[in-house]
């Protein structure tokens, strides 16, 4: 959701482990100070954080794999919070203006079955697996952060949703009364698990759809 006086980008992805690798690699080829902190389970300040030079690395950090994060600028350096994995040299940049949020597309399923939001009189198969959508996110204020570090925000957020462009498709789906949903992206490993086993795509508000 975008607040006032906020810059805002929120891509809804299926991305396998696959085509997350691909898509850290070429932002790592356009950016190669791109690292990524991950993302323990429990309170904050229980468990280390770690800032890892792939976006792999950092998902399996912890063994939980959710989500993992970007610093901008790229190359920021590190908050007090944060240690370096092995081999990920000490980053020396600006502080911290924004934090890119990559949530893990996440395979579920329904015992009892859903509604769909936009539609009561649909019942998804009982038991119906689905792949659920994951996001790429971030979100900062123009005037918390200042006009210089906002402008180099403005350009390395178009750079990450250019990288994931690049390496992903539009998602063509359709709910169930045929209608177009856009604004999504899809991996090609995704796209092919969904093709291959019918397999429901997934996001928030127990919406389900297929690929066509």
């Not at 993302?39 to 950092?58: E, F, I, K, M, T």
């Not at 971030?138 to 957020?157: C, I, K, M, N, P």
Request: with cysteine.
């Amino acid at each position: 959701m975008a607040y006032a006086g906020s810059r805002t980008m929120n891509v809804g992805t299926w991305l396998l482990p696959e085509d997350e690798d691909a898509f850290d690699r070429a932002l790592r080829d356009t950016s190669p100070g791109a690292a990524w902190q991950c993302s323990q389970p429990g309170p904050p300040g229980l468990h280390p954080v770690h800032l890892h030079g792939s976006l792999a690395n950092a998902m399996a950090c912890g063994g939980r794999g959710i989500q993992a994060f970007l610093h901008l600028p790229i190359g920021a350096s590190l908050p007090s919070t944060v240690t370096l994995a092995d081999d990920v040299p000490l980053p020396d940049g600006p502080p911290i203006a924004a934090t890119v949020q990559l949530l893990r597309s996440t395979r579920r399923h329904d015992p009892d079955g859903t509604y769909c939001d936009h539609d009561a009189g649909y019942q998804h198969p009982v038991g119906g697996p689905y792949f659920d959508a994951g996001r790429l996110a971030v979100r900062w204020f123009e005037d918390d952060v200042g006009s210089g570090a906002h402008e180099v925000l403005l350009r390395q957020t178009r750079e990450v949703r250019s990288v994931l462009t690049a390496t992903t498709g539009p998602a063509r789906i359709k709910d169930q009364n045929g209608r177009p949903l856009t604004g999504y992206r899809i991996g090609p490993a995704a796209q092919a698990m969904a093709e291959a086993t019918g397999t429901l795509l997934g996001r928030p508000g127990l919406q389900r759809f297929q690929l066509g």
